[in-house]
Structure formats: C-alpha cells, structure tokens
C-alpha cells in the first residue's frame, strides 16, 4: 500500500503542483504586457487562463499533502523531523498561494480588464484631477493600483511559493535524517 500512496503522492504533485508553478511564473510578465497595451485582448485572454491555471489546480493540490500524509503513516515517518519541516512548508506555500499569490493575480485582472474597457482616449490617470491623459498609472474600480510595482511584488510572492516547493521536493528525496534510505 505504501508504494502505492506514494505513486499517487507524486503525481499528485506533479500534475497539480507543476502547473501552477509554471502559470504563477508566467503571469507577472503577462500582466505587464498586458497593462502596456490595454487594447490587446490576447494578452487579457492568455492572463484569464492562467488565473484559471492557478485556481483550478491550486484546488487540485490540496491531494498532495493528503496523499503525502497517506504515504507517511504507511511508512512510519509522521514523526521525522525532514517531514515535519516537508508539512510545514507545505502549509506555508499554501499560504502565500491562496493569501498572497491568487488575489493579486485576481486584482490584476481586474485592472487589465477595466484598462481594456475604458476607452484609452478619455482616460484619466488616478494621479489626481487633471492628470495627463495616458499616463502610466490607471486604477481599477476596486482603487487597486494597476502598475508594473505590482506585478514586481506578484512576481516576488511567486518566487516565494515556487521556492517553498522546491525546498519541500529537495526534502522529500534528500529526507536528511531519514533511516528509510536516500
């Protein structure tokens, strides 16, 4: 049963895990590009998949560290101290996913949508009354501030999320400590 819980554990990681990494990744620039050219409806439309990406598998991923949990009853290593740190880590990377990561993405969104919607000739920049047409900081309805400072810090909490799990993979092959080999 162990080695079966394990089979599960990992492609569970990889199929929910490895696209959101990736579409996470890819969704600063996007955004960027996407708020420099307000007109251009492929980059709001491939920005629209990859939140979906993020969302739809961020719900898949809640099978990796239930299959993870699965598989280290089966072996006898709750106990471990390199799978304690695993769990731990694991639960932070949920963390910035879901509290840091996906409503940004979203708050983006947002503002590449309502960038798109307005029209670019009677836009006014929320710098204040009587701003120059076109400037380069627009706002959404929501006041969230659509400018590439915030895909910088989207960009940020997603190298975060992505280490996070890249420590919590070296762990689970390296397992330091671990009498169960490796």
Known sequence: MTKFFLVLHVLAAIVAVGPVTVAASMFPPGARRALADPGD??????LRLLHRICRVYAGLGIAV????FATAM????????????SMALTG???????????????????????AAGADATTEVAATGAGAPIGATDTTTS???AANPRA????????????????TVTILMIVRPGSTTGA
């Not at 089966?74 to 740190?85: E, F, P, R, T, Y």
């Open 65 to 68: 560290p239930v299959l993870g």
């Open 142 to 144: 929501t006041g969230v």
């Open 151 to 166: 895909t910088v810090r989207l960009a940020m909490f997603t190298g975060i999320f992505n280490l996070l799990w890249a």
């Open 92 to 114: 932070i990377a949920a963390a910035v996913l879901l509290a840091l990561v996906l409503p940004r993405q979203e708050e983006l969104l947002d503002a590449v949508e309502s």
């Open 41 to 46: 409806q492929r980059a709001a439309e491939t």
């Open 74 to 85: 089966s072996m006898g290593v709750l106990g471990d101290a390199w799978l304690i740190a």
